[in-house]
C-alpha cells in the first residue's frame, strides 16, 4: 500500500515505484538522530551514528530498489523511539501521561508488522523494555510506600492489551482490503465477491 501512493503519484514508473522506498529511507535518518540524542543526550554521538547509518550501502540499496525492508526497518526505529521515551519517563509520572508514547509505539509496531512480518522480532525488545519500565515502577512504589500501585498495574496491562496486540492485529488484517479489493472481493460483502 505505501509503494502504491508512489505509483499514484508518479505513475507505474521506476521512479513511482522507488519513491516511497526512497522517502521513507531518507526519513529514517532524523529519526535515527532523535532516539539516538535521546538514549545519549549528546550530539556528537547523535551525529556519529547518523553518519554511520546515513552512509550505510545496505540501507541505501534497499531503499532505492524498491524493497519492503525498509518500511519494516522505518517502523521499527519508530516504535523503539516511543518506547525509550515511554521506559525514560519518571515512576511517578501521572497515567494519562504514559499513554501517548505506549499508544505510538505500538501503532507503529502494528504497521511495522502489516509491512514486514520480521517486524514481530522487534516485539521481543519492545516486550523487554516494557518489562523493564514496569519492574522499576513496581520498585518505586514499593520503595516510596506509594498507594495505587495495583491499578496502576492493571490499567497499563489493559491498554498495553490494546495498543500492542488488538491495535496491530486490526492494522495487519485492515492492510489486506485494497489486496482483496485487487481480487475482486468487497467489504460491504463480508470479503466475498
Not at 529511507?25 to 547523535?46: D, S
Not at 505500538?106 to 519492545?126: D, E, Q
Amino acid at each position: 500500500a505505501i509503494i502504491s501512493v508512489g505509483i499514484a503519484l508518479f505513475g507505474m514508473t521506476p521512479f513511482g515505484w522507488r519513491f516511497m522506498g526512497t522517502l521513507f529511507g531518507v526519513l529514517m535518518i532524523p529519526i535515527l538522530y532523535i532516539l539516538i540524542k535521546n538514549m545519549f543526550g549528546k550530539t556528537r554521538v547523535a551525529v556519529c551514528a547518523t553518519l554511520l547509518f546515513a552512509f550505510d550501502f545496505m540501507r541505501f540499496t534497499q531503499t532505492r530498489i524498491a524493497t519492503i525492508d525498509t518500511y519494516g526497518v522505518f517502523f521499527i526505529l519508530l516504535s523503539y523511539l516511543f518506547m525509550y521515551r515511554y521506559a525514560t519517563q519518571d515512576e511517578d509520572v501521572p497515567f494519562r501521561k504514559t499513554l501517548t508514547p505506549l499508544a505510538l509505539s505500538g501503532l507503529f509496531f502494528g504497521i511495522g508488522c502489516a509491512s514486514k512480518w520480521v517486524v514481530v522480532y522487534a516485539g521481543f525488545g519492545l516486550l523487554a523494555l516494557y518489562l523493564i519500565t514496569q519492574i522499576r515502577r513496581i520498585l518505586y512504589y514499593h520503595r516510596n510506600e506509594m498507594p495505587g500501585l495495583g491499578g496502576y498495574i492493571v490499567k497499563t496491562l489493559v491498554f498495553s492489551v490494546i495498543f500492542y496486540i488488538l491495535v496491530p492485529a486490526a492494522i495487519y488484517c485492515l492492510s489486506y482490503i485494497p489486496y482483496a479489493y485487487g481480487y475482486g472481493y468487497r467489504l460491504e460483502f463480508g470479503m466475498l465477491r
